[in-house]
């Protein structure tokens, strides 16, 4: 497969998902950002309570 085959495959991926809004309706920006903020809270706190030796 050639370098130029492979752009014009993308390209043309990348044009159909346009035509569908490039995103999915049940996927909030809002709520995957919250959870993923949450998610990264409670590793911080996990972390932060290993290590109390310090």
């Known amino acids: 497969m050639s370098f130029h085959s492979t752009a014009v495959q993308l390209v043309t991926l990348a044009a159909e998902g346009e035509e ?4 999915h309706q049940s996927l909030d920006p809002l709520v995957t950002g919250g959870a993923a903020f949450l ?3 409670l590793l911080l706190w996990i972390t932060t309570r290993f290590n109390r030796d310090r």
């Open 39 to 41: 998610i990264l809270m």
């Open 20 to 23: 569908h809004g490039g995103r």
